[in-house]
């Protein structure tokens, strides 16, 4: 490398994580927090999932593991960001370029930083945002903070009954769904790849279990996780409901430029335009569905979250 970065240095105090369990609005925030000032976005790096749960469970040893993480994170993913490479300008796409920065913009980064020297010291000398979507870390995230002592999170919490039913219409934690998945899923317990995550004492029982009881057990453990995460690191963590922000969303994104430090842009503004339009659909009660035991503890998180 013709000039190698502190990543510590570069990394320190700029990382801003979204996340939630998957299907819970992290895209949309997403979007709006990667439109502000200032900032690099990334949607969904697998790199950031996968690499923390190895080092978790033992598989990557821990220094080595934290520095492959952040050359990755920098080298191959932001820097490419910077320079205006591995651009995705298809706009059907929830990760098009468009709903971050205006296109035109990537021109003037192919003029400007024509070396990697020339995005090293534009970083060096101006306060920037790495901002990363990523579902489902929740069981990493004391890992996470390990790894970047200083990280920001933004933990979205939705209706269970919502997110799972949005999952059954994406098809998530069938058996197809969970088996194909290799790098994700390690423990195999009859015939089906297991979550890492799951407790040891209830991956006998999610082997057995339906899809809608799957679905609540993902939404209450992650959800969990990412509460009791919240609670320890209240000051580094903003945590919301997704159903208050899209109701009222300017008070929310008033709150995250501050918690952020950066400002809305004009595509910011076309997205909370978007948003007070949103109507949230209406799903029918799928607690019938949901296996005991795990019935009663979805029903218990529920009640605690005051969506019954």
Known sequence: MDLAPDYNKLLANNIIAITG???????LIGKVIGSLTDTFYLFE??????????????????????????????EELYLQIIHGRYINFNKKDDSYIGHYIDPEKIKERWNNFKRRKDVIE???????LFVLKIPNIQPSLETIKKIFPNIKLIHLIRD????????????????????KRDIDWSNEINS?????????????????WNQYTRSAHIWRVLTEMGMEFTNKNKKNVLEFKFEDFVKEPIPFIDRIEKFVGKKRTDITIKHIESIKIYKQRVYQDNTSNIESPEKEKYIELRKKLKYL
């Open 122 to 128: 534009e970083l060096e000398k101006k306060s920037f």
């Open 21 to 27: 369990v998957a299907r819970s609005g992290t895209t």
């Open 160 to 179: 269970g009954n919502d997110n799972i039913s949005s999952s059954i219409r994406r098809d998530f934690y069938t058996i197809e769904y969970l088996n």
């Open 192 to 208: 089906l790849k297991i979550p890492w995550f799951i407790n040891k004492k209830d991956r006998e029982l999610f082997s057995k």
């Open 45 to 74: 790096p697998p790199t950031f999932r996968l690499i923390p749960p190895l080092i978790q469970e033992g598989y990557l040893k821990e220094k080595q593991g934290i520095q492959v993480l952040k050359a990755i994170l920098f």
